[in-house]
T-cell receptor, first 115, second 111 residues
Framework: SAVISQKPSRDICQRGTSLTIQCQVDSQVTMMFWYRQQPGQSLTLIAT?????????ESGFVIDKFPISRPNLTFSTLTVSNLSPEDSSIYLC????????????FGPGTRLTVL | EDKVVQSPLSLVVHEGDTVTLNCSYEVTNFRSLLWYKQEKKAPTFLFML????IEKKSGRLSSILDKKELSSILNITATQTGDSAIYLC???????????FGKGTRLSVIA
């Protein structure tokens, strides 16, 4: 199984600022994903982080608001820009396509609160 | 239209009860079905099911897939308060795309 770490685990940010979340996988993986989970909701996919190319965003999510980097096969970042209270959520990094290739594993999540 | 539907959305049981959680899905490009348990933040993997009729078991938890009915159940026997969580069902529709999640079943086990 892949072990995924995320930093920070939680943060409280002011409106209008940005937060960058880092995701590190302990092995090379093909696919990395970023999810958002708003309070009381299920997971919503934000984008697929592609290595060496731009991320693929789901409907309702745009690169200007959620820029993503994927510089190599084990690392990705998600930035949540121009924060508003509506961005308060748990953000989860996920990976698949490494060892145990068919299973999608999740990082521990980042709990973001925007004041 | 939801591709993965879970029921019930929430459930409250007493310790020692047995619960059955349901998940139904669309057939198009189905590859596998996965169950996750979500307590605080991140979902943790429970089972992956690809073949119909083969039960997967881990302790008090078990799950089975029925491809004819396009559904899966997750059983928890002799429930404990530590089983309280959201149980997520997810389907891999092609193997190369992210999972499609259901809305989850919130299980509360009371002493």
């Amino acid at each position: 199984s892949a072990v995924i770490s995320q930093k920070p685990s939680r943060d409280i940010c002011q409106r209008g600022t940005s937060l960058t979340i880092q995701c590190q996988v302990d092995s090379q993986v093909t696919m990395m994903f970023w999810y958002r989970q708003q309070p009381g909701q299920s997971l919503t996919l934000i984008a697929t982080a592609n290595q060496g190319s731009e991320a693929t965003y789901e409907s309702g999510f745009v690169i200007d608001k959620f820029p993503i980097s994927r510089p190599n096969l084990t690392f990705s970042t998600l930035t949540v820009s121009n924060l508003s209270p509506e961005d308060s959520s748990i953000y989860l990094c996920s990976a698949m396509g490494g060892q145990g290739a068919d299973t999608q594993y999740f990082g521990p999540g980042t709990r973001l609160t925007v004041l | 239209e939801d591709k993965v539907v879970q029921s019930p959305l929430s459930l409250v049981v007493h310790e020692g009860d047995t619960v059955t959680l349901n998940c139904s899905y669309e057939v198009t490009n189905f590859r596998s079905l996965l169950w996750y348990k979500q307590e605080k933040k991140a979902p943790t993997f429970l089972f992956m099911l690809t073949s119909s009729g083969i039960e997967k078991k881990s302790g008090r938890l078990s799950s089975i897939l029925d491809k004819k009915e396009l559904s899966s159940i997750l059983n928890i026997t002799a429930t404990q308060t530590g089983d309280s969580a959201i149980y997520l069902c997810a389907v891999d529709y092609s193997g190369n795309t992210p999972l499609v999640f259901g809305k989850g079943t919130r299980l509360s086990v009371i002493a």
